[in-house]
């Protein structure tokens, strides 16, 4: 069998570019989402495999690494990019928010950084590569929850890395320090687009290149962590 890469709650941007990088090296590629409708369509446009999925399921995440080790094979890598996030004044911003942003953004990494665990952990080997942000190293005004969801991610990785890496699990984070280029960007932000230029924004490509460098790297030199931001970006 092939080995297989699962893609965390896969969307059309970051999430596609991960899943073709793998692919063409050879890797069977397994989508997970919420949104039955659109992974399938996304899984179609690339020639992957979709399982919807509710990542804040503690059900629904236990069946999806089955269904996919049924289905495709054993389970070399992991790339969670599911984050969602609410901006706006700290004192207006309410706790149902609040929650909801840390469910989709960390107790879902949680849930399934734990899954993938215990599935690698069979074999001796693997990795998990979770999807940061710069907010997870500092709390940016309008953005406490995402900065919250994100800060508890970033603090999760560095905890399954020093206990999972002696036993062959490479758990790495790439913090993203900028905007991701992507169609929806580019539509809904088109003035901000502009403003970036060439180049201004990552190119999910580009990132999605890092995630691939990582998953092969010697384990005598594994990296952690990872930033990544575009030229133009200060920091």
């Known amino acids: 069998m092939a080995k297989t890469l699962l893609v965390a709650g896969a969307g059309p941007g970051l999430g596609k570019s991960v899943a073709k990088r793998f692919a063409r090296e050879g890797y069977a590629v397994a989508l997970a989402a919420r949104n039955r409708e659109r992974l399938t369509q996304l899984a179609s446009d690339i ?3 979709a399982f919807p999925a509710d990542l804040t399921s503690e059900t629904d995440v236990a069946t999806l690494f089955q269904q996919i080790e049924k289905a495709l094979g054993p389970i ?3 790339a969670f990019v599911a984050a969602t996030r609410v901006q706006g004044p700290f004192t207006e911003l309410s706790a149902a928010d609040f929650e909801n942003v840390w469910r989709q953004s960390c107790l879902s990494g949680f849930l399934v ?3 993938a665990a215990r599935t690698m952990l069979l074999r001796g ?9 710069s907010g997870s190293t500092r709390g940016r005004a309008n953005f406490a929850a995402f900065a919250a969801a994100k ?7 560095q905890s399954m890395a020093r206990e999972l890496g ?3 699990i490479h758990v790495a984070t790439v913090l993203i320090d900028g905007a991701i280029d992507s169609e929806r960007m580019r539509r809904d932000y088109r003035e901000r687009m502009e403003q970036l230029g060439v180049d201004g924004a990552l190119h999910p490509d580009a990132i999605a290149e890092a995630y691939w ?3 092969n790297q010697a384990r005598s030199a594994w990296t952690h962590e990872v930033d990544l931001r575009p030229w133009k970006e200060p920091f």
């Open 151 to 157: 800060g508890g991610l970033r603090f999760m990785a």
């Open 213 to 215: 460098q990582i998953h």
């Open 125 to 133: 080997r693997g990795s998990v590569i979770f999807t940061g942000a």
């Open 47 to 49: 020639k992957a495999s």
């Open 76 to 78: 070399e890598a992991v």
């Open 113 to 115: 950084g734990r899954e």
């Open 166 to 168: 002696p036993k062959g």
